[in-house]
């Protein structure tokens, strides 16, 4: 059984940063692609950054330029740097795993509120 979870979250202020981990344990590979999400009340979850296996990476037009998508493969782990943090950046963040073969899988989610 796999397991993500995830750290990092809080409030900052606008303008400030955060970063976020996903350490996933228990299986990974059939990993292809890990990535955040994220979520605000009454929304559907919209895609924040992916990274694959080949290392190239996938932004929203909205983060492009202030995120920033790394990844350790030895730690089994993705990291999403958050920097110039906008007040709309505020939403629950969830961790993604997926692979081949039904490998789907995500973390609890993480709030990130920003706010002065």
């Known amino acids: 059984q796999v397991q993500l979870v995830e750290s990092g979250g809080g409030l900052v202020q606008p303008g400030g940063s955060l970063r976020l981990s996903c350490a996933a344990s228990?299986?990974?590979?059939?990993?292809?692609?890990m990535g955040w999400y994220r979520q605000t009340p009454g929304k559907q979850r919209e895609l924040v950054a992916t990274?694959?296996?080949?290392?190239?990476?996938n932004y929203a037009d909205s983060v492009k330029g202030r995120f920033t998508i790394s990844r350790d493969i030895a730690k089994k782990t993705v990291y999403l740097q958050m920097n110039s943090l906008k007040p709309e950046d505020t939403a629950a963040y969830y961790c993604?795993?997926?692979?081949?073969?039904?490998?789907?899988?995500w973390g609890q989610g993480t709030q990130v509120t920003v706010s002065s």
């Open positions: 993604h795993n997926g692979g081949w073969g039904g490998y789907d899988y």
């Open positions: 228990g299986s990974t590979s059939s990993i292809y692609v």
């Open positions: 990274i694959n296996i080949g290392g190239i990476t």
